[in-house]
């Protein structure tokens, strides 16, 4: 079944367009990184797809439904880019994960055993478990952002989409939450939708990649983004793209399970 389904889609904000002619399907359970330059669409694609935004032109279908349709079925989890800076008060790892659960709790009532479960079981996911009850402004920045992506899984969606969530992580962190990525969308089966500025970080991961700078200018393996027409397409010059060789050591433990 197709995860999703983007038909002719336009976006304008006044006079001026956004977006251009976005056609794009996407297979359930597989993992796309979106890539291309700051200001090319990336994030109100992402923002489209979730409802937040509605289309100029075009039609957006979510497995079969429409985007407002899917939020109320919950069936995204989100994680955007601005998240970690605005938790900037006194919680704990628990709680922020709690936050990811909010639609199920009701307003104004206290998590229950069995949500407070939930959210441990999303923090085991991302191998954060055993911080549950420290502060979360305490943790690192790549221990942060795997809190958020547990707040994410939370509410058990079918579809996780990252708004460039290694931001702030170094080379190493960014490696590791990737690599917990890959492996949440082969054990539950997920369908991963992440947005990347680094071409060159996140090929080795995603199992499709498209190239947006204001309209598609390619959608498949990953190894196609890497012609020079699609580069100089996307960023509008020749680029040097620096990528993980088969050469890589810790690439090999990682995808050996060694490193983890």
Request: with cysteine; net charge neutral; hydrophobic share 45%.
């Amino acid at each position: 079944m197709k995860a999703v389904e983007i038909t002719s889609l336009y976006y304008s904000i006044g006079k001026k367009e956004i977006l251009k002619d976005i056609n794009l399907e996407l297979e359930e359970g597989r993992f796309l990184g979106i890539v291309g330059p700051n200001g090319g669409g990336k994030t109100t694609l992402l923002k489209l797809i979730l409802g937040l935004l509605t289309p100029s032109k075009g039609v957006i279908k979510i497995l079969g439904l429409s985007p407002f349709e899917a939020v109320k079925q919950g069936l995204f989890g989100y994680l955007p880019q601005s998240l970690r800076a605005e938790l900037n008060f006194p919680a704990r790892a628990i709680d922020v994960v709690l936050m990811g659960l909010y639609g199920k709790i009701g307003y104004m009532r206290f998590p229950s055993k069995v949500h407070r479960e939930k959210a441990i079981k999303a923090l085991s996911t991302m191998a954060m478990d055993h911080s549950a009850f420290e502060a979360f402004g305490a943790l690192s920045a790549g221990q942060q952002q795997r809190v958020l992506a547990a707040m994410a899984l939370a509410g058990e969606p079918r579809i996780l989409i990252l708004d460039e969530p290694s931001t702030g992580i170094d080379v190493v962190g960014q490696e590791d939450f990737y690599h917990l990525l890959k492996g949440l969308q082969k054990r539950l089966g997920l369908t991963i939708i992440m947005v990347s500025h680094d071409i060159g970080a996140v090929t080795g991961y995603v199992d499709e990649i498209a190239c947006l700078n204001r309209t598609l200018h390619f959608h498949g393996s990953p190894v196609g983004a890497f012609s020079e027409e699609v580069l100089s397409r996307l960023y509008g010059r020749a680029v040097d793209i620096m990528v993980h060789s088969e050469a890589c050591e810790r690439c090999e433990r990682l995808k050996r399970g060694t490193d983890v």
